[in-house]
């Protein structure tokens, strides 16, 4: 069995992936650390797990210690020197925050305020985007997982933008996230009462995933692609559904939509839905599945594609646990076949 | 008191516009009518009504009869006949249905399939959106209240649009609905469990309010405007909140911001937000008050307009209400000034 | 008009009395205070008063120097100080909070912990069940708003009470309340992703509001009540649901039920439902109504009885603001009749 | 491989044991049918199976033909003439409906106005609470599913009852149920506008599931039982929480809880929650858990007892599968263990 610990194992990401570790036929959670509850059960923080897993929360060295894979769900500028420790040790590391998402420390600096502390660390890192970045990810040491709304939205261009279908200009991604993705924190905005039955847009033009969104289109593109990006809160505990707007090349909505089926005809977890059909952050919650479905205005020569994913499994604790089995050479879906619940 | 009756009063709009009209100082609910529960007392079909409204629910021909003032809430259809025999008995008829709010015969029967069977009446209808057309209310017999998405979406453009601040091309809207945009009736996909903790777009680049919203904005810019629009359904009870990406001209956003505070500074429901804050519809809900917010994404020359209103007041009753104190020539905000919960 | 005035305006309880103050046609609100917002305007708190209403948060004793009745909305222990000031300068004072509901200073100590530091005061104090107590409302200058629990226990209970309809032994109360009730602060447990799609009990057989509740049922009864009573949280913003388990004495269903609405008949606030209907608290939501039911388990002999209140509404600002109708000799209703929506 | 098959497959319970038989590690699913839906794929149905589980919906003969283990989610009525298909042909059946559930045909006829058509298949069904008859059910041919209610009192009221702990009279029930009790077919009260926000109760001393519970508590106390059972409907989509009211006996409450702890320390799914924690809907959806919790008002003596359950896992298709388990001397909690989500 593969020893798999979690850094920050009691936020929202990091109990995610205990839970997901717990059920995995190849790696047993042997370590977790978190800086506010070391020293109590994991259980007395998330009662879900009594009678099933009672580790007592240690330390972020312990982790590194014990462990062949470290995963660390941290607020950004705490990973490099969790990976510093890592490299010097062997260990495998995949980290849930932002630190090696990026290639730029410039970009980094600009949207983060930090510097890139270990720049050979940052070399060395691989965007663990699985879908698209497979061969790199089998011989990674250091993967960096990606943020939950590109990595619906990544999922949701590839093949437009590889195969050229859509113009690379002007694309409008409006995007939407249940509560989950603002963390355990308690904030004036995520109490109950003031989020329950509201909607509403925030960080429009400015949120921190638009450059590593931009950086993984102009990869595909080939070019530099801009986007214009707003996130909103759903008040829903689960999900981020990605409407995005394209021009149209002169392939036929069924033509782009014959791509799409070939694209990710091998792959497991992404399901392109067949036209008419729309994607629901419903049907892929709880699960490792991104559900992308396309549309067309026709008299605004519109492409418009929807992309579902559960923002804590495909936009978090999954996908990294996807990057582990691919680094490790397991076979890419174990222990992620979760099914989508009807309800 | 003018005698106010409700045809269709059974109906999400129907029995909203019902509970306004009972507090409305100048006028009194004479007669409602419903097809489902003709004889019933309305209490019985709403029993949040019980002790308060009691009224049995008649036929049509009975409220036209009765009243000064007719309300519709019909499917499209069935409202020309109406107004025909309102127009007929001097009445004031307020359509909350699709059938006048477009001007071409064409459009209306290739989106909804009916035809003019009163193209006089269509001459003499009013488009019924407040904020823009009071003075033509003024003199109106029949005014066609605008859809709900329309209303959202032509009060978040209309200052941008008569001042040439943005492109009228690529116009992209992202709309949000809550649930009750969906009406009385049940079905699959509004039964509770499958639309609890769901999301997702429906009817892309094909709804029936593409039309109707188009029709508006060209009259705003003075030449065609085509837009790309796209609904979603929230799982929310109320409000609609419309993301609107447009280029941005040569102004600032500042400047555009001054224009809509300018623009509506003598209007009493529309609320241009301070630049950093977002329109949400918490902030509306049950309250016929339209927020407006402003944001820019500098890096693409992206203007982003957030519109959010209650669906049911200022998207259907509420609007139909001032529509009538205009017509009538009360007080434009009268029985109207609902103050919105802040939970 | 009565210049009314709102301690403790920010938090649940307080921003609701102000907004429904607002609407009252023969009071203004004159001065609202906030230790927290000392110094904003009210509505920079609270976005939906955006351009209604921007009153500047004072200080408590400026809002007891200002107005001629004096609200007052904060955690136990606050309100005697406030109470004494009021008396002195000879202002009507209505307390939201706990300091004044029990008669018993030891039963106060044991339940808050705190002192009656003003015992003539607390002689002096009244009851502000309204349905129950209006003839000493009628000449109180300190009124006690109940809790809200208790009022919808209480009006649940009355009729069956004084008329010896049931047995005043076994008493069971299991209780459901929206998360306005816990209050504006944030928390773990009311943070939307651990409260949504949850449900539990909390402080059973503990819960403070439980020898308010004896005390009031034992005065109606004539003799000490007990009752066992359980809480619950409810994952919805507003509403409690109390469903209330009695013996039932020889009179029969329907013959409590005549009680009931003889009972009830002259008040306007309290809806006994016909037999077979049951309370909901959606019929009663932003509303200062109580429904009632009645229910029997012929098996066993029990009698069930569900009563719905608004949480912020009967529960607290809309009973606070009738206590004030009565205490001036203003009609009981005035300002209060809103009729609750369908959704 | 264990070849299994749902009829009824599309309802809820039954489109929730396909999910559960699909990650089953000894059984597949060979065969599904559904009246409504025959003849086409099942993930047509719910497009949560696009590519997981497409098999198309057929007949119920055919299910019983092709496989080992037949499950129906039927309307009551409906599973006496399967049993005895699949008696005849040997086959195990597991009847999540009630028609095997009471011993009794005059009850059975009572509550639910239907014959025991098939006395001798009465005689030989077991009742399937997996805790209490765990020996009965591995010699099982036909098992009756408990209801979700029963079970979650069934397991709260096990040790208490067996005991002696508490007094059988006066018993009082408050449970409260997510919507997809109620099933898939929408109703008015399901739309979700008018249940969204709201809470009530329904069926006061007149569920169905009354004689089920009182049959099977009557035999815990080895006298009889009676009970006062009202149901209540939660605006979540999973979950139970029964909340039980009981005269203590002499034991004190730490004596009961040890009681407790003891009798389900050899089981999985029955975790007694530490004293001063609180039974929560949230800490068992998704599973196949039982959370109990154990509370005493000590200046009434009453034991408070609630028991939390997912009512469509272990009050349905988790149990559903226990019972095949156990039946087919598999163990017991194969394909059983999920880990409840934290959120």
Chains 1, 2, 3, 4 share one sequence.
Not at 8 to 18: D, F, N, P, R, S
Not at 305 to 324: E, F, L, P, T, Y
């Amino acid at each position: 069995m593969i020893k798999a610990g979690v850094i920050g194992a009691t936020g929202y990401a990091g109990i995610e992936l205990v839970r997901l570790l717990l059920s995995h036929p190849e790696a047993e959670v042997s370590a977790v650390s978190s800086v506010s509850f070391e020293g109590k059960p994991i259980s007395s923080v998330y009662p879900c797990l009594s009678n099933i897993f009672g580790s007592v929360l240690t330390e972020a060295d312990t982790v590194i210690e014990i462990c062949d894979v470290v995963f660390a769900s941290l607020p950004h500028g705490h990973s490099q020197e969790i990976a510093a420790k890592c490299s010097a040790a062997g260990k495998l590391f995949i980290d849930l925050g932002a630190d090696f998402r990026l290639e730029s420390a410039d970009v980094y600096k600009q949207w983060y305020g930090c510097e890139f502390t270990h720049p050979s660390l940052h070399d060395e890192a691989v965007y663990g985007l699985c879908e698209l970045n497979y061969e790199e990810i089998q011989n990674a040491k250091i993967i960096a997982n990606p943020g939950c709304y590109p990595t619906s939205i990544a999922l949701g261009l590839y093949p437009a933008l590889i195969n050229g279908a859509v113009y690379t200009d002007g694309i409008i991604i409006d995007a939407k996230s249940g509560v989950t993705g603002a963390g355990r924190t308690p904030t004036q905005s995520t109490h109950f009462p003031e989020l329950n039955e509201s909607f509403y847009a925030y960080k429009a033009g400015e949120h921190r995933h638009t450059p590593e969104i931009e950086q993984t289109l102009s990869q595909m593109a080939g070019q530099p692609v801009r986007i214009t990006f707003v996130p909103h809160l759903l008040p829903v505990n689960r999900g981020i559904l990605s409407t995005m707007y394209l021009k149209k090349g002169k392939k036929s909505l069924s033509e782009v939509h014959d791509l799409y089926i070939d694209f990710y005809a091998d792959t497991e977890f992404v399901r392109v839905l067949p036209l008419g059909s729309y994607a629901d952050i419903k049907n892929v919650k709880y699960s490792n599945y991104c559900d992308i479905s396309l549309h067309e205005d026709m008299h605004t020569g519109t492409l418009i594609i929807c992309s579902a994913i559960d923002n804590m499994v495909k936009g978090a604790a999954g996908q990294a646990i996807q990057n582990m089995n691919i680094a490790l050479g397991l076979g890419e879906t174990t222990g992620l076949k979760f099914i989508p619940p009807a309800f």
